[in-house]
């Protein structure tokens, strides 16, 4: 029997669209902080790619919420994505043509950045009304599984392909960033094949109403507290025991691995997560899901621990397994509670508020990262990231709305 949200053809279209392109979305992003940590030989210099992107998020994300409130969803999307396409392609001609440098990479990353704060609000938005709102749950967790997937198999695939001098006339770096610039097409095709999307209201007619359809996101959000605390746990974790910018320097320096085991290394976090994912869509749906959001937390600050005491390549790659399976069931639990805890009018503002969050952790968590390894190395920047999210997760175990939350559908 197929699982409740593959009954849905909108659905299983996007999904299908969506997984090819996260798949080449992922190997241009392991490709990228490769290719950095390869010109600079600096963790430093790659966690500044989280500072990079983080800038647009903060800049438009609010905006990019607006727009998918009120403009068509689905035609957001394939402007977005028809974007970063061209982002890809201008990443494989400067680095086919020897011409790349890292101010080009942080470049490129800046206007890539750009299109996913007005990408990000519409796909999240369009995605609940895809299926019922009793099968968002699993949803929610199909769309984890392509997702995690992807993150195994792009890492691994780049992590192939770096070494190669030539595949098909490509160099191995050059080819990743072709591969990521096909994948595109594959989603947009699939949003094409998918309804208009346009929620209901008016357009906002200057920039002062622009203004307060931001404001009135933003108020919701802090009145409604198992949102609020749902992306507070979440920025706060990601931020203090993010260690993806460290994994160059952790695969090259510390564990003496070649481009294949980082790509291993940069999978197994996407390994865990894809197994968790595959689990949740399979069990029936768990209803104190902000209970469990805490308890993952922890696991995920445990086990980052863990990964930064790893002395070799399995130890660190069933570590960093662990820290992909709980941030997974937290993610899918946070997006299910933040989802049906509010209006179809207000979730793009709402998701565009939960980008600023979800987004802006992990990438300011890179820079964080980064920069206490320069002066502290690697692994204690990792092992001190691990325990500080210890923290976080016994700070939010007495948020009594998250803890409290009940599913009800």
Same mark, same amino acid.
């Given at each position: 029997?197929?699982?409740?949200?593959?009954?849905?053809?909108?659905?299983?279209?996007?999904?299908?669209?969506?997984? %090819?392109?996260?798949?080449?979305?992922?190997?241009?992003?392991?490709?990228? &902080?490769?290719?950095?940590? =390869?010109?600079? =030989? #600096?963790?430093?210099?790659?966690?500044?790619?989280?500072?990079?992107?983080?800038?647009?998020?903060?800049?438009?994300?609010?905006?990019?919420? !607006? !727009?998918?409130?009120?403009?068509?969803?689905?035609?957001?999307?394939?402007?977005?994505?028809?974007?970063?396409?061209?982002?890809?392609?201008?990443?494989? &001609?400067?680095?086919?043509?020897? =011409?790349?440098?890292?101010?080009?990479?942080?470049?490129?990353? +800046?206007?890539?950045?750009?299109?996913?704060?007005?990408?990000?609000?519409?796909?999240?938005?369009?995605?609940?009304?895809? %299926?019922?709102?009793?099968? *968002?749950?699993?949803?929610?967790?199909?769309?984890?599984?392509?997702?995690?997937? /992807?993150?195994?198999?792009?890492?691994?695939?780049?992590? $192939?392909?770096?070494?190669?001098?030539?595949?098909?006339?490509?160099?191995?770096?050059?080819?990743?960033?072709?591969?990521?610039?096909?994948?595109?097409?594959?989603?947009? $095709?699939?949003?094409?094949?998918?309804?208009?999307?346009?929620?209901?209201?008016?357009?906002?007619?200057?920039?002062?109403?622009?203004?307060?359809?931001?404001?009135?996101?933003?108020?919701?959000?802090?009145?409604?507290?198992?949102?609020? #605390?749902? @992306?507070?746990?979440?920025?706060?974790?990601?931020?203090?025991?993010?260690?993806?910018?460290?994994?160059?320097?952790?695969?090259? #320096?510390?564990?003496?691995?070649?481009?294949?085991? *980082?790509?291993?290394?940069?999978?197994?976090?996407?390994?865990?997560?894809?197994?968790?994912?595959?689990?949740?869509?399979?069990?029936?749906?768990?209803?104190?899901?902000?209970?469990?959001? !805490?308890? @993952?937390?922890?696991?995920?600050?445990?086990?980052?621990?863990? *990964?930064?005491?790893?002395?070799?390549?399995?130890?660190?790659?069933?570590?960093?397994?662990?820290?992909?399976?709980?941030?997974?069931? #937290?993610?899918? $639990?946070?997006?299910?509670?933040?989802?049906?805890?509010?209006?179809?009018?207000?979730?793009?503002? @709402?998701?565009?508020?939960? /980008?600023?969050? =979800?987004?802006?952790?992990?990438?300011?968590?890179?820079?964080?990262?980064?920069? %206490? +390894?320069?002066?502290?190395?690697?692994?204690?920047?990792?092992?001190?990231?691990?325990?500080?999210?210890?923290? !976080?997760?016994?700070?939010?175990?007495?948020?009594?709305?998250?803890?409290?939350?009940?599913?009800?559908?």
């Amino acid at each position: 029997m197929l699982p409740p949200a593959l009954r849905h053809s909108a659905f299983c279209n996007y999904l299908s669209g969506s997984f %090819v392109s996260n798949i080449g979305n992922n190997i241009q992003a392991w490709a990228i &902080a490769w290719h950095i940590y =390869h010109l600079t =030989h #600096s963790s430093f210099a790659v966690g500044m790619l989280g500072l990079i992107r983080v800038g647009p998020l903060l800049l438009f994300s609010l905006f990019g919420g !607006v !727009v998918a409130d009120r403009a068509d969803r689905r035609k957001v999307m394939l402007m977005t994505q028809s974007a970063m396409a061209v982002v890809s392609l201008i990443l494989l &001609a400067l680095t086919q043509t020897g =011409h790349v440098t890292v101010g080009w990479l942080y470049g490129m990353i +800046a206007i890539n950045a750009i299109a996913r704060s007005f990408d990000g609000p519409a796909r999240q938005a369009m995605q609940v009304s895809l %299926v019922p709102l009793e099968d *968002f749950p699993n949803a929610a967790s199909m769309n984890g599984v392509a997702w995690r997937l /992807s993150d195994v198999l792009g890492p691994v695939v780049a992590g $192939f392909a770096i070494p190669w001098p030539s595949i098909l006339g490509f160099s191995g770096l050059a080819f990743c960033y072709a591969l990521n610039f096909v994948s595109f097409f594959t989603l947009i $095709f699939a949003v094409l094949r998918l309804p208009s999307n346009k929620p209901e209201g008016d357009h906002p007619t200057s920039f002062k109403e622009v203004l307060g359809l931001i404001k009135e996101g933003l108020r919701f959000v802090n009145r409604t507290p198992v949102v609020r #605390s749902a @992306m507070w746990i979440d920025f706060w974790a990601t931020l203090l025991s993010g260690a993806e910018a460290l994994l160059p320097a952790f695969a090259a #320096s510390i564990l003496r691995l070649g481009p294949s085991g *980082f790509g291993i290394l940069a999978g197994s976090t996407g390994a865990g997560a894809l197994l968790a994912a595959t689990s949740l869509a399979w069990l029936p749906t768990v209803r104190r899901q902000g209970l469990w959001v !805490v308890i @993952m937390i922890a696991a995920f600050g445990f086990f980052t621990v863990c *990964f930064g005491l790893s002395p070799n390549l399995w130890t660190a790659s069933l570590s960093l397994a662990a820290v992909g399976a709980a941030d997974m069931i #937290s993610t899918v $639990f946070r997006q299910t509670i933040r989802q049906l805890a509010t209006p179809d009018e207000l979730r793009g503002r @709402m998701n565009a508020t939960s /980008s600023l969050f =979800h987004i802006s952790g992990p990438q300011l968590g890179d820079f964080e990262a980064g920069a %206490v +390894a320069k002066f502290c190395g690697e692994r204690n920047s990792i092992v001190i990231g691990g325990v500080l999210c210890l923290l !976080v997760a016994a700070h939010w175990s007495r948020a009594k709305a998250l803890v409290g939350y009940v599913h009800q559908r």
